[in-house]
C-alpha cells in the first residue's frame, strides 16, 4: 500500500558534498512538494511542481534545486551541503484539482557534518 | 501571503482530558481547512478536511474541528483522549485558488496514560 516512496530514510554527509534525494508516487498524481521539517518551526515548503519539467519555489529554496523528468518523480538536490540543511526532508504529492489533500512519504533525515 | 498560527506548540494532558488545539489563519477569502497528524515514527496523514458546507467536521479516531469563519479558526477537538493520540499536530490552510497549503508551527501533544 506504499504511495509515496522517498529512496533514503537516514543520510549522513560532509559539508560541501552534493546530495540527492528521490522521491516517487504510485498515484498518478500531477502536484509534488518538497517540505522541510525542523522541530518549532512546522513544516517550510522548499519546492513545489504541478507538472512534468514545471517547478516553483516555495518559502526556502535557498541551497536547494529540483527535477521532475517523469510525473511519478520529484528529485530534490542540494548542490553543496551545509550544516543548517540538516533536517528532516518530506515529499508528498496531490492531486490537479479538488482537494488538493496531500500524501506524504516517510521523509528522509539528512545530517551533514 | 497567508499564515497560520498554532497557539499552543506543547500539549501535555492526561488520558480522558479533554482537547482543543488552537488554528488561526490570516487570509480573507475562500479557504479549505486541514488537520494533519504525525504519530511516532510515523508519516504525517490527515486527520480532517473542511471544504464547504457543515462548519463542524468530523475526521478520524474520534477528533473533530469547527470552522469559525468570523474568527478565522479552525480548533482541533476531542473529548476524551488516549495515550494513542500522543502524536504532532498540523493545521493546514490553502486559499481556494492554490494548489499549496500553508501549514502552521505544529502542536506536540503528550497524554499520559
Known amino acids: 500500500d506504499v504511495k509515496v516512496t522517498q529512496s533514503s530514510r537516514y543520510l549522513v554527509k560532509r559539508t560541501g558534498e552534493k546530495v540527492f534525494l528521490e522521491c516517487v508516487q504510485d498515484m498518478d498524481h500531477e502536484n509534488m512538494f518538497w517540505y522541510r521539517q525542523d522541530p518549532g518551526l512546522g513544516l517550510r515548503l522548499i519546492y513545489f511542481?504541478?507538472?512534468?519539467?514545471?517547478?516553483e519555489k516555495g518559502d526556502i529554496p535557498e541551497g536547494y534545486s529540483v527535477s521532475r523528468e517523469k510525473k511519478e518523480r520529484f528529485s530534490l538536490i542540494l548542490e553543496s551541503a551545509s550544516t543548517n540543511q540538516t533536517s528532516m526532508y518530506l515529499c508528498?504529492?496531490?492531486?490537479?484539482?479538488?482537494?488538493?489533500?496531500?500524501?506524504f512519504g516517510a521523509g528522509s533525515r539528512l545530517t551533514v557534518l | 501571503a497567508q499564515s497560520v498560527s498554532q497557539h499552543n506548540h506543547h500539549v501535555i494532558l492526561s488520558e480522558a482530558a479533554s482537547l482543543e488545539l488552537g488554528c488561526n489563519y490570516s487570509y480573507g477569502g475562500t479557504v479549505n481547512l486541514f488537520w494533519y497528524v504525525q504519530y511516532p515514527g510515523q508519516h504525517l496523514q490527515l486527520l480532517l478536511k473542511y471544504f464547504s458546507g457543515d462548519p463542524l467536521v468530523k475526521g478520524i479516531k474520534g477528533f473533530e474541528a469547527e470552522f469559525i469563519k468570523s474568527k478565522f479558526s479552525f480548533n482541533l477537538r476531542k473529548p476524551s483522549v488516549q495515550w494513542s493520540d500522543t502524536a504532532e499536530y498540523f493545521c493546514?490552510?490553502?486559499?481556494?485558488?492554490?494548489?499549496?497549503?500553508?501549514f502552521g508551527r505544529g502542536t506536540s501533544l503528550i497524554v499520559h496514560p
Open positions: 493546514a490552510v490553502k486559499s481556494g485558488g492554490s494548489y499549496i497549503p500553508t
Open positions: 508528498a504529492s496531490s492531486l490537479f484539482s479538488g482537494a488538493n489533500v496531500l500524501t
Open positions: 511542481s504541478y507538472d512534468v519539467k514545471m517547478k
